[in-house]
């Protein structure tokens, strides 16, 4: 039987094993090195490592020791972990959990047409019921353990998603109510219904218009910031900001997730609510100079055609526009690795499935509305 201060030898029934113990973390890593070096198990002999009385271990400890599992297996030995703790096997469930490679040939050998697209879809189905799986942990560990500089940070998230968007959403709505007000009468006109222009103009961007557009421009704006910016801090060759934010004892979720989806529920509301007024401006504007009506005569028109309900119906969507494009925007940020080239790509992927996100649930709501007679 040996030992050193952090394992104990002994031989048991043909079996070595090794009882760890003390703290296997980075500020040990030289001594565990060296002691690691004078372990040798008998010839013909079972090893297993067991975690007795290990009271702390990390990345650093959890690498040393499955490297030095793998000297053993290479001189014939068969390793084995037992005993150890979940927060243990987190860590070692990293260093030793290896994806195995596929042979490519199975598919072509066993797949028929039809199976191939029906895998294809169980993929992604799996990978989207991960994703959503995902962002409700991201939320739920960021509310659970708020950082101290969350509000700091919302505050921020609101000045940069919320204040800095206003001139182009307040320009773009505005736009889309003088092409749709100009459209809309020029067939309108043509049936001999052109008072109704106001009434179909005003409720579409009331209801779905002016929430729905501003939701896909803050998707391209700040749902690609979101995924740039974090995706850059999780750049290893960049500066490892993510890493070092949990040696300070800052979650990650807490400090950089949170204060994003919080700032955007907060300020996509009111850029709707904005968009929706730009919009009802331009629709006036092309009603006075293209048919012909008074201030007075469109705003009486508004105030026949539209309600709280038709109001509330639009602005009621946007903190569920705001949690999918904060959502889906961090989630592909923290899961860029180690390339620009991810980089790039997760953030495409971010925005594309905002928006389609977006529009899916634009349509749900719509028909829920209607069955709903709102």
Not at 66 to 87: C, H, I, Q, R, V
Not at 112 to 134: E, K, N, V, W
Not at 276 to 282: N, S
């Amino acid at each position: 039987m040996g030992s050193s201060d952090f394992y104990i030898e002994e031989f048991v029934d043909r079996r070595f094993i090794v009882s760890l113990r003390g703290e296997w973390t980075f500020d040990n890593a030289s001594a565990i090195e060296q002691s690691l070096k004078t372990l040798s198990a008998p010839a013909s002999t079972d090893v297993e490592f067991r975690c007795a009385g290990l009271r702390r271990i990390d990345l650093t400890g959890a690498w040393l020791l499955y490297a030095k599992s793998l000297e053993m297996e290479a001189e014939g030995f068969k390793p084995e972990f037992s005993g150890f703790k979940d927060t243990h096997f987190k860590f070692l469930h990293q260093v030793i959990d290896q994806p195995h490679p596929e042979d490519p040939g199975i598919e072509d050998k066993e797949f028929t047409f039809l199976a191939r697209p029906m895998a294809a879809l169980g993929r992604t189905t799996t990978h989207a019921i991960s994703d959503i799986g995902q962002m409700a942990a991201m939320g739920l560990d960021g509310l659970r353990r708020p950082s101290p500089v969350t509000f700091r940070e919302t505050i921020n998230q609101l000045y940069e998603v919320g204040l800095k968007a206003v001139p182009i959403i307040a320009l773009m709505s505005f736009l889309i109510g003088v092409v749709l007000a100009y459209q809309a009468s020029t067939l309108l006109t043509q049936l001999g219904a052109g008072a109704f222009t106001i009434d179909l103009v005003a409720i579409s961007i009331l209801r779905e218009m002016g929430v729905m557009l501003t939701a896909i421009m803050v998707a391209g704006r700040s749902g690609s910031a979101f995924a740039a910016s974090l995706g850059v801090m999780k750049l290893n060759e960049v500066n490892e900001e993510v890493d070092d934010m949990l040696i300070m004892g800052l979650p990650p979720n807490g400090t950089l997730v949170l204060p994003r989806v919080l700032g955007l529920v907060v300020a996509l509301p009111l850029l709707a609510a904005l968009s929706d007024l730009c919009g009802i401006a331009g629709t006036w504007f092309m009603s006075v100079t293209l048919l012909g009506l008074s201030s007075a005569q469109f705003f009486d028109r508004i105030n026949d055609a539209v309600t709280l309900d038709t109001v509330m119906v639009g602005l009621s969507k946007a903190p569920f526009f705001a949690l999918i494009i904060g959502a889906v925007g961090t989630l592909r940020g923290l899961q860029v690795k180690s390339s620009a080239e991810e980089l790039g790509r997760q953030t495409t992927r971010a925005v594309v499935e905002a928006i389609f996100l977006v529009i899916t649930a634009d349509a749900a709501f719509s028909i829920i509305y209607t069955e709903l007679g709102i």
